[in-house]
């Protein structure tokens, strides 16, 4: 379900043009996706660790300038029977500082389940991958790397399901 930051939800126009940027936000990492130009497929982007807010805002809006960002989705975290969890107000204020710096629209979406989702499909992954080669023990930089890439796997798991709820919602428009 997402949530808008206005008064009336915003849904996105079919036939609009500009990429959506997807946002996994955690306290001491953004994990990043994009849409493609159709806002049809999302793909991870990047894993940024955070420093402070100017710099986290400076970076978002230098990214959103390059890749023609038009929206911003933001993952909702929600306890799985819908409930606001302990980051769901800080997760809305730094929504709220995010709009108001870029001057982009943004939309809340809940990321129930986005974080597992997105642990199962990195397992496949790598079940798939140490098939090919010789095992060998997980190293703690290769754990970091794995929990780093979560985050915008999760991203790109949010903002698949925003893109699939607006796909759905322009279908029942037509």
């Known amino acids: 379900m997402a949530f808008s930051l206005r008064a009336s939800p915003f849904v996105v126009a079919p036939g609009t043009t500009g990429v959506i940027l997807g946002i996994d936000y955690g306290q001491k990492r953004l994990g990043l996706a994009l849409s ?33 960002v038009r929206r911003i ?5 929600l306890h799985l029977d819908g409930t606001p969890s302990d980051m769901s107000e800080e997760v809305k204020s730094f929504a709220a500082r995010v709009e108001k710096a870029l001057g982009i629209p943004v939309e809340m979406m ?12 990195l397992s496949t992954i790598s079940s798939m991958k140490s098939r ?22 999760a991203a790109a798991i949010i903002l698949r399901d925003y893109l699939d709820r607006a796909q759905r919602l322009a279908g029942t428009l037509d």
Do not use: C, Y
């Open 36 to 68: 493609d130009e159709h806002g049809v497929t999302s793909r991870p982007f990047a894993t940024w660790t955070r420093t402070n807010r100017r710099r986290d805002l400076a970076r978002l809006r230098e990214l959103a300038r390059q890749q023609g």
């Open 73 to 77: 989705i933001i993952g909702l975290p």
């Open 110 to 121: 809940d990321e129930r389940l986005s974080s597992w989702e997105a642990e199962q499909s």
């Open 132 to 153: 090919t080669r010789a095992r060998r023990a997980p190293s703690s930089q290769a754990a970091r790397t794995r929990k780093m890439h979560l985050d915008d796997v």
